[in-house]
């Protein structure tokens, strides 16, 4: 059985091992120890060529979304190849300065609720560009760089009022949402910036929602885009940078045929149509499609249990490790590590120890059977997984590693009880 899309393999004996690349994902369970999350390095490189051949011959910049994976030595590999970044806060704006100085000019820094300080730092950063999403941010980013005696480039990020079929909580691109300006109000806030002496127009962002697998959507906000565009050349405010937000998705289904370079083909062949006879450059902010695919979860089976006609596999992972599925109702492929020769089917749900009951990664799943002490590997958690990892019910984080080849590497270290505990005190 071929694994579409991923890193992650059958091979070894028989073909009965599960393999990040070129290393046994049961080897890095023992060294390691579960829940672990692993990377292939050679995945993440592929989808960043994917990009590079699909926009050959158009200026641009694939500015990474830091908030799908911020692990530094993610960040450090992806500058290596030459990206930029989307930052959402100050934190994520460290973490590009740790990884890769040299990459603080390639950041676009979006989001709804910009910090005077985050400004300020961002500002000092020299950082490419402000995708601003309201009056009073333009307002308060003017004041900032005044302050600074700087001028801050900025972009809008317009709210398109496009909707983009994916789940609710991960659309952002109809009024309705909190997110960008509306086109109505973008061209008078665009005077306003040109007025000013400490700000710069520079660009124009959109970003329509995540998980999107059909190009459509983002050809329609592109084609509004691209009107004002031409509307603010003509009062000779001249926009440098389109850009075009993250949000292309992937199949979580191992049973589906996927081919992301196809769907990226598609997707490029839309963005290059509506950017036709446009001289200036193209950015890009994907997140999930560079890093979901590249990544596993590791869990051990701790107990399986009935109840009633319910069989419950309860792992070592939980809700805290990976909440996709508590959240977002999202499907994970959860497959063995080793798998045996007379697998039997069973029909079971896979849960964590927290105490909650959306506490699961998968609901009636039917799987070869697992018993204790199984380890189990939760593809496509590359993204949005550690980055949304939480400490609830004083669960400590998992480690990270990341796999080149036949090589692994500690990328994070499972953090300690002590890490936890450490900013509390006693009164
Ligand atoms: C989250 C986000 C992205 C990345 O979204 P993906 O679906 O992971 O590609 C890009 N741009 C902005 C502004 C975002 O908020």
Do not use: W
């Amino acid at each position: 059985m071929r694994i579409p899309a991923r890193n992650f393999q059958y091979g070894g004996k028989n073909g009965a091992e599960l393999a990040c690349e070129k290393v046994p994902l049961s080897r890095l369970a023992q060294t390691y120890g579960t829940p672990l999350y692993v990377y292939s390095a050679g995945a993440i490189r592929e989808r960043m060529r994917m990009f590079a051949a699909a926009f050959q011959g158009v200026r641009h910049t694939v500015c990474y979304s830091v908030k799908a994976n911020s692990n530094l030595s993610i960040l450090q590999l992806l500058a290596g190849l030459g990206a930029g970044f989307d930052i959402v806060s100050g934190g994520e704006l460290e973490r590009v300065r740790r990884s890769d100085k040299k990459a603080l000019k390639r950041v676009v820094f979006s989001g709804v609720g910009k910090a005077a300080a985050e400004m300020d730092a961002a500002l000092a950063a020299g950082i490419l560009v402000f995708n601003v999403e309201s009056a009073a941010e333009l307002d308060l980013l003017e004041a900032r760089a005044r302050a600074a005696h700087k001028v801050a480039p900025v972009a809008l990020r317009v709210n398109p009022d496009v909707f983009a079929e994916t789940h609710p909580y991960i659309s952002t691109g109809l009024h309705a949402h909190k997110f960008g300006v509306p086109m109505s109000e973008a061209r008078a806030l665009y005077r306003l910036a040109s007025r000013s002496k400490h700000l710069l127009p520079t660009g124009i962002s959109v970003h329509i929602g995540s998980q999107i697998q059909n190009a459509e959507p983002f050809g329609q906000a592109l084609r509004r885009v691209r009107e004002l565009v031409t509307d603010l050349a003509a009062e000779n405010i001249a926009l440098r940078y389109i850009d075009a937000g993250g949000g292309l998705g992937i199949s979580y289904r191992i049973e589906e045929p996927f081919d992301p370079q196809a769907l990226l083909a598609q997707y490029a062949r839309v963005v290059r149509a509506e950017l036709e006879g446009f001289d200036g450059e193209l950015l890009l902010e994907p997140g999930r499609f560079v890093i979901a695919q590249a990544g596993a979860l590791l869990a051990q089976v701790l107990y399986v249990k009935r109840n009633g006609s319910k069989t419950f596999v309860v792992t070592d992972a939980a809700m805290n490790d990976l909440i996709r599925p508590a959240l977002y109702q999202a499907h994970h492929a959860i497959v063995p590590l080793r798998r045996r020769a007379k697998d039997q089917a069973t029909v079971v749900d896979v849960v964590g120890p927290v105490c909650e009951s959306g506490d699961f990664f998968a609901r009636d799943r039917s799987m070869p059977e697992l018993t204790a002490g199984d380890t189990v590997a939760i593809l496509d958690a590359g993204a949005y997984g550690m980055a949304q990892s939480s400490n609830y019910n004083t669960r400590t984080r998992p480690a990270e590693v990341l796999v080149d080849g036949g090589k692994h590497k500690l990328i994070r270290r499972r953090e300690t009880l002590r890490d936890l505990l450490g900013p509390e005190m006693l009164r």
